[in-house]
Nanobody
Framework: QVQLVESGGGLVQPGGSLRLSCAASDYSFRVYTMGWHRQAPGKQRELVATITPGGSTNYVDSVKGRFTISRDIVENTMDLQMNDLNTEDTAIYYC??????????????WGQGTQVTVSS
């Protein structure tokens, strides 16, 4: 079972940057699609970015050009570099790992979340 631990959240001023990291506990991480999700107060959790085992990435429109997702297969880590942050980015950010089996079954794991607050 994969365990995920996020780090790197905090308080930053608008226009600033933060880098989030997600560390996976198991080597099986390398076959999972990884992603970052966020949940702002009073809102539903939303997908921010994903990265496949092969390195293909996908971003929600609101973060394109500002956020960059990356992963290190050897170190079992995934990062989210967030630049030009604004108050709309304030949320709890969650790391997610998932794998879809050939029969359609899905294995899914979540981290505990890390708070990102953008405020002046």
């Amino acid at each position: 079972q994969v365990q995920l631990v996020e780090s790197g959240g905090g308080l930053v001023q608008p226009g600033g940057s933060l880098r989030l990291s997600c560390a996976a506990s198991d080597y099986s991480f390398r076959v999972y699609t990884m992603g970052w999700h966020r949940q702002a107060p009073g809102k539903q959790r939303e997908l921010v970015a994903t990265i496949t085992p092969g390195g293909s990435t996908n971003y929600v429109d609101s973060v394109k050009g500002r956020f960059t997702i990356s992963r290190d297969i050897v170190e079992n880590t995934m990062d989210l570099q967030m630049n030009d942050l604004n108050t709309e980015d304030t949320a709890i950010y969650y790391c997610r790992a998932h794998f879809t089996y050939p029969n359609g079954g899905v294995a899914e794991f979540w981290g505990q979340g890390t708070q990102v607050t953008v405020s002046s």
